[in-house]
């Protein structure tokens, strides 16, 4: 598991919090430089004792060229500058790829809170839901993390830990036969969306938009388990792996021989300065830059896959563990509950000013944070050649605010902040009301000043008939009484927006105080007509090709109509209330089917002499043709030629 320390570092005292970190073994510089620190001093003193107390003079002034060589030619290696971008890239990687874990709370929060159902359907759904987005990432980890690796190597570990059923191993193990080339992790979270669709039509889920939220946030944890996997197929590039190794490693070989003690003169130019008498013993500026860069270099290596092994891994296994505690627990055993609805301490005070200390805390409670220009003192002389349009005409009316109903009001400092004991409003729909505050003028402008001294239409007149002169106070507005009688009760004021809050209007108590309110009577034309007498409807005719459902929309007798197929039948009709009454004499003489079937009938007919005058228009039939169809026309229309009406007799 990643070794944590920010506890013994939230505190910067002294010499700083950083040394005692130094004496840690676990996950520390020591652990991972060490053998490599063992092996290059091993090397370095073979060197020294074979230069020595081995090699013979001539020996000795080559192995003496070789070293100046090394030592000279070294710094041409850009290590600093390799090691530290590649540190850079692996800390970024390092980072984001726990960033990209997934977790199931989120998921298991909206199920709990959209699927309903106290039931066992319902709970076995909310349980199979999470339990299916934990194996999803249990099955990631599985092929990326060793531990788990260990912990789960095969489907069947799956099912003995209660992550999987035999079935859903069933269907797995057939899908890898038929497609064995890719993984098979996303199959549970297809599943997962499976029963939030069936949810959804069993009545379980509300609302589509519940379903759509659901159904995002699976597909949000499915896209991070798979960048998962993509983090560990798709490595940093090796090639900048080995030429950051080779580097290293090369540096620190030319640094073994190059950094030799030699057994020169002192006045030598060239040599001299490699007669040290501390580095026949022990060379510590060497191993102090060997241990900075190789342990570097081993931060790179161990950070490169935090999936694995090591001291500052990620600990997966507790991962794995605590999701499918966290996501039970969401969604079975706080299921729709809550503690008691209990109104706070701060209920009548609204907000507290700042919260209680205790006596250990109470040295560093903290001063309010000021803006930077908060100490900058202006001098009100320098503001004397100010813009005219800036000037105070405080003297001057306001009929724009007048007529709007809103001032503007200011106070000291002292009275800035909120009342605490202010009224609030309550649920019960009582209505609050403001501390009156002294009102400032708005400053005017000259344009506004003049419009309102030439318009009387604005202006209200006196008692005597007079205009106040400029420069005086303009009366009230009826706007200004209207509105200051109505949100503050009195009269002569206007709503003040500075330092106040405008409360917002109980939706409830205004919902309850129209409820009880008796709802307005209006005149209908039932209402109107009650008791009134049926009006007798003088007898009129209408052709047979109208049927009695048809509505009639006037009053005066249609005309009857013309030709030998159609006879006028006499009908009688009253209004009484709201309905009207048709009687026929022979209404009963005559199928209404076959009516209406005579009816379209004549309708086609009329369609197909339509389409022959169409022709006959383009000029494809002949004059005597051309008769001969309006002959026909005119008797197939003449059902449809109104008749006059017989006049009744009386």
């Not at 570990?157 to 098979?184: C, R, W, Y």
């Not at 490595?235 to 020169?264: C, E, H, K, M, N």
Request: glycine residues 4%; hydrophobic residues 35%.
């Amino acid at each position: 598991m990643t070794v944590t320390y920010t506890a013994e570092v939230a505190t910067c005292r002294g010499f700083g919090c950083f040394l005692t970190l130094l004496l840690r073994w676990r996950g520390s510089i020591y652990k991972l430089v060490w053998p490599d620190l063992a092996a290059f001093l091993t090397l370095y003193y073979c060197l020294s004792f074979t230069y020595r107390f081995a090699l013979q003079p001539d020996q000795k002034k080559v192995f003496e060229s070789i070293s100046e060589y090394c030592d000279t030619y070294s710094n041409f290696i850009p290590l600093s500058f390799v090691l530290g971008f590649y540190i850079s890239i692996i800390m970024q990687r390092w980072w984001n790829q726990y960033s990209s874990i997934p977790w199931p709370d989120p998921i298991a929060v909206f199920v709990s809170s959209n699927i309903h159902g106290q039931d066992e359907r319902g709970r076995l759904m909310r349980r199979t839901i999470v339990r299916y987005v934990c194996l999803c990432l249990t099955m990631v980890f599985s092929m990326i993390c060793p531990r788990v690796k260990k912990r789960f190597p095969t489907l069947e570990h799956f099912v003995a830990a209660g992550l999987m059923t035999e079935s859903e191993k069933s269907v797995i193990i057939d899908l890898n036969s038929k497609f064995p080339q890719h993984s098979k992790h996303w199959l549970p979270i297809v599943w997962a969306a499976s029963i939030v669709t069936r949810a959804r039509k069993e009545g379980r889920i509300r609302d589509d938009f519940a379903v759509k939220t659901i159904i995002d946030e699976l597909n949000i944890f499915r896209g991070k388990s798979g960048l998962l996997l993509q983090y560990d197929m798709i490595s940093v590039p090796l090639v900048y792996t080995q030429v950051v190794t080779l580097a290293t490693y090369s540096f620190f070989i030319t640094s073994v021989i190059g950094r030799q003690w030699l057994d020169v003169d002192e006045k030598d130019p060239v040599y001299g300065r490699r007669r040290n008498p501390i580095d026949l013993y022990f060379p510590v500026f060497t191993t102090l830059q060997f241990f900075f860069y190789m342990g570097w270099l081993k931060v790179a290596e161990s950070l490169i896959n935090p999936f694995g092994e090591d001291d500052d891994d990620f600990e997966i296994n507790w991962i794995v563990d605590r999701n499918l505690s966290v996501s039970y627990l969401i969604v079975d055993e706080m299921h729709h509950e809550h503690p008691e609805l209990i109104k706070d301490q701060y209920w009548d005070e609204v907000f507290p000013t700042e919260l209680p200390h205790t006596i250990a805390s109470e040295p560093f409670k903290e001063k309010i944070p000021q803006p930077s220009t908060a100490n900058i003192a202006v001098q009100f002389a320098t503001l004397s050649n100010a813009n005219p349009s800036t000037i105070k005409i405080d003297e001057l009316g306001m009929a724009d605010d007048n007529q709007s109903g809103i001032h503007f009001s200011a106070e000291g400092r002292s009275s800035s902040r909120l009342s605490m004991h202010r009224p609030r409003t309550t649920s019960a729909g009582s209505t609050t009301s403001m501390n009156n505050m002294g009102s400032l003028p708005r400053v005017n402008s000259v344009t506004s000043t003049l419009k309102r001294i030439f318009s009387r239409e604005n202006t209200p007149a006196t008692v005597d008939g007079n205009y106040p002169p400029p420069g005086s106070r303009l009366a009230e507005s009826q706007s200004q009484t209207s509105l200051t009688g109505k949100y503050f009760g009195g009269g002569g004021g206007s709503m003040r927006i500075a330092n106040q809050v405008i409360e917002e209007v109980d939706e409830q108590a205004t919902i309850t105080s129209m409820a009880s309110k008796k709802p307005e009577v209006r005149p209908t034309a039932r209402s109107l007509f009650e008791n009134s007498e049926p009006i007798p409807v003088p007898q009129w005719r209408h052709s047979v090709g109208i049927t009695s459902s048809a509505p009639i929309t006037s009053m005066n007798p249609p005309p009857a109509s013309r030709g030998p197929s159609v006879q006028s039948v006499p009908s009688s009709a009253c209004i009484t209330g709201d309905t009207i009454s048709m009687t026929s004499s022979n209404a009963g003489d005559e199928d209404e089917f076959t009516r209406l079937k005579e009816e379209r009938r004549r309708e086609r007919e009329r369609i197909e002499m339509a389409r022959s005058i169409s022709v006959i228009a383009d000029g494809r039939l002949s004059p005597d043709e051309d008769i001969a169809l309006l002959d026909i026309t005119t008797d197939s229309n003449a059902p449809l030629i109104p008749t006059a009406p017989p006049i009744p007799h009386h």
